[in-house]
């Protein structure tokens, strides 16, 4: 059975940094992609950050984050991270990791179509 825990949240102030994990429990996880989301109240789930899985290891990221956020894994841990510098209050969300549901040379939109299994969420505030 696949299980994402993410841990790492709280609360920050603007220009300052966070680092989210995404614990995952299950077999194959270097075959995956990891996806990372965010949802403030009222708004849609948008997708911030994305790595392939470890046999191609790319990164993509949405446009606005691309220069603050780095995506990383290390598959011996079987863990995602998320390092975020340079928060905004406008980062302030509940924060998602979920693992993709193609493999291989897969470009992806980080849509919450493309993934499957989604962890409880860590919330995120940046004060201003």
């Known amino acids: 059975q696949v299980q994402l825990v993410e841990s790492g949240g709280g609360l920050v102030q603007a220009g300052g940094s966070l680092r989210l994990s995404c614990q995952y429990s299950g077999i194959n996880f270097g075959n995956y992609a990891i996806g990372w989301f965010r949802q403030a109240p009222g708004k849609e789930r948008e997708g911030v950050a994305c790595?392939?899985?470890?046999?191609?290891?790319?990164?993509f990221y949405k446009e606005s984050v691309k220069d603050r956020f780095t995506v990383s894994r290390d598959n011996t841990k079987k863990t995602a991270y998320l390092q975020m510098n340079d928060l905004e209050p406008d980062d302030t969300a509940v924060y998602y990791c979920?693992?993709?549901?193609?493999?291989?040379?897969?470009?992806?939109?980080?849509?919450?179509?493309?993934?499957?299994?989604w962890g409880q969420g860590t919330q995120v505030t940046v004060s201003s």
């Open positions: 790595i392939s899985d470890a046999l191609e290891d790319r990164t």
């Open positions: 979920a693992r993709g549901i193609y493999v291989g040379n897969y470009d992806y939109k980080i849509a919450p179509s493309e993934f499957k299994f």
